[in-house]
């Protein structure tokens, strides 16, 4: 999977083949990270795995399919993540718009949704304090969006990054104490 992924990649810079020749290699993959990721967020919110794919795949894609500069699997699912993250955050920011009045029409709920159990509040502290954690350890960022914002597990965070297991599990604990003292003096501010 990896030679034909780093094949179309090759192809898609050399302005041979489109980025939707990728989705169907990894349309899988990224739907089982979407769904991993949702079944963790906030109740009483809806958003479908599927949706998140696909509006996550617009945002690498772009629009009219244009090429992307992905290095390899790993970059483009770092990529991904991010796209997922950004997605997230934004339903984040909607909800709690609509809780101070926003005016939000409601979405009905069909068999494919999937609940959401972090909170808004949750989502868009973790958004604001991984901002500025990006700024001092990009490294650390970028495993904190693998993590939280995608639901990848340490080995396929690791794997993404190409790290070590025991180098990704030692800057997870760190990156998580960094995010709990950032919020935590957010909140006292």
Avoid: C
């Amino acid at each position: 999977m990896n030679a034909d992924f780093t094949r179309i990649l090759n192809q898609m810079e050399q302005g041979e083949v489109r980025a939707e020749t990728l989705l169907p290699m990894v349309y899988d993959e990224l739907r089982r990270l979407a769904s991993s990721r949702m079944a963790r967020e906030a109740k009483g919110h809806t958003l479908q795995a599927t949706a998140l794919v696909h509006e996550a795949w617009m945002r690498l894609a772009g629009p009219n399919g244009e090429t992307r500069d992905w290095k390899n699997r790993n970059h483009f699912f770092s990529a991904a993540g991010e796209a997922m993250r950004r997605i997230l955050v934004d339903h984040a920011r909607k909800k709690k718009s609509a809780k101070r009045g926003g005016g939000t029409p409601h979405e009905p709920i069909d068999e494919a949704t999937i609940q959401l159990t972090a909170p808004p509040d949750e989502l868009l502290a973790v958004h604001e304090a991984l901002e500025r954690l990006a700024l001092e350890d990009p490294q650390a960022a970028d495993l904190v969006k693998l993590r939280y914002f995608v639901g990848m597990t340490m080995d396929e965070a690791a794997e993404a990054l190409e790290m070590k297991k025991r180098s990704a599990e030692a800057l997870w604990t760190y990156s998580k104490a960094w995010l709990h003292r950032a919020i935590r003096q957010a909140h006292a501010s």
